[in-house]
């Protein structure tokens, strides 16, 4: 489970999130929605530590991330498509992070052949294509097998190969019980992956619910998207005596 409580970041000037509250349950592909710029990724990299909230916090499985003594058995993650070196291979890379948590030889080549990399697994990382460093990517958030998955934006750029796979993986993963996170500024990216939806718009959570009550009440999930970020762009647009 993951539990963002009153979660508040400035950057500067810049309110990126605005005491933002929601949870995620095991068991369900659950999308993070908003428009750019409205807090996801600063909200995943919080959750991940790696960056410091100015107030709230996130809990994964009931503790903050940096109080994990194990992470890559807590939560597996893929913040962006660059996740080895250059010159390093697949396998070595996944190697490496398997020793930090003695982590077998045996898992990291299932893993390998698992992602459709087996074939390309001792050729240089920066040699990969973004599909296969996409891939790359899920092998080293599935590593340790966690409960639970955070996935920031996984298709962007992909073909419709790529983008078929990691949503069947996302699935897959959310039906034997693991809880799966994944963020998108597109509805239609998460109409056909995601059975939850958490939106959000300028750093505040605007909705929270499942994609068939979305539809039904707006009609449509892109018109409800669309709907739910004006209402946000409207309010925040007279924040101070109200709508006029
Ligand atoms: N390191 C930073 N320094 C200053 N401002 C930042 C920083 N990171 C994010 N922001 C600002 O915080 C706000 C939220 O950004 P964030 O990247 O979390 O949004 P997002 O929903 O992930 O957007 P996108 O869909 O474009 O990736 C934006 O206004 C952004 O400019």
Do not use: C
Request: hydrophobic share 40%; charged share 25%; glycine share 12%.
């Amino acid at each position: 489970m993951i539990e963002v409580r009153e979660l508040t970041k400035r950057y500067g000037g810049t309110v990126a999130l605005d005491g933002l509250s929601f949870t995620v349950e095991p068991g369900h592909v659950t999308g993070f929605l908003g428009p750019n710029g409205a807090g996801k990724s600063t909200t995943m990299n919080i959750a991940l530590g790696l960056h410091t909230p100015t107030s709230g916090d996130v809990l994964l499985g009931g503790r903050r991330y940096t109080d994990l003594e194990q992470p890559l058995h807590e939560v597996g993650a893929m913040l962006d498509a660059a996740p080895a070196h250059p010159g390093r291979s697949a396998l070595n890379h996944l190697r490496a992070l398997a020793r930090t948590h003695r982590i077998g030889r045996r898992r990291v080549e299932d893993l390998l052949e698992q992602v459709g990399l087996a074939g390309v697994a001792r050729k240089k990382a920066g040699g990969y294509s973004l599909g296969m460093r996409q891939r790359l990517g899920i092998a080293a958030a599935l590593l340790g097998d966690p409960p639970v998955l955070m996935l920031d934006e996984p298709v962007n750029g992909l073909d419709p190969d790529g983008v078929r796979w990691i949503r069947e993986l996302m699935r897959a993963q959310a039906a034997e019980g693991r809880t799966v996170l994944v963020s998108s500024h597109l509805m239609s990216e998460l109409e056909l992956t995601a059975d939850r939806l958490v939106i959000i718009g300028r750093g505040r959570l605007v909705a929270d619910t499942t994609m068939r009550e979305l539809a039904e009440r707006y009609g449509g999930l892109e018109r409800a998207y669309m709907t739910l970020t004006a209402q946000d762009d409207e309010y925040r647009a007279h924040p101070a005596g109200g709508r006029p």
